[in-house]
C-alpha cells in the first residue's frame, strides 16, 4: 500500500470550483500518475510529488505546530487573495 500525497492537480474539478481552491501550484495528472507508479514500483509507503510539495510537507517538521495551523488557516481562508 502506498499513500499518495500530491499537490493541487489540474483536473476537472478547478473548472467548478475557484482557483483559490487550490493551495500552491496545480500538478498535471500524468506527473502525480507517475510519481504513484515509481513510488509503487520502489515500494515506497509514502509518496510526495514535487518538490515545492515535498518542501512544504518537510518544513511542517521545522516550525512549531501553532505556526504552522496559523499559517495553514490564512492559506486557506475564503477570500483570500
Avoid: K, Y
Avoid at 14 to 38: E, I, N
Avoid at 51 to 65: E, K
Amino acid at each position: 500500500m502506498t499513500a499518495l500525497c500530491p499537490s493541487a492537480t489540474d483536473t476537472a474539478f478547478f473548472d467548478t470550483a475557484s482557483d483559490s481552491a487550490s493551495v500552491g501550484w496545480r500538478m498535471a495528472p500524468a506527473q502525480v500518475v507517475a510519481a504513484a507508479l515509481s513510488g509503487l514500483d520502489h515500494r515506497r509507503s509514502t509518496v510526495v510529488p514535487g518538490l515545492g510539495n515535498r518542501l512544504l510537507a518537510g518544513s511542517s517538521r521545522l516550525v512549531p505546530r501553532q505556526a504552522v495551523t496559523r499559517i495553514a488557516e490564512r492559506r486557506m481562508r475564503p477570500g483570500r487573495g
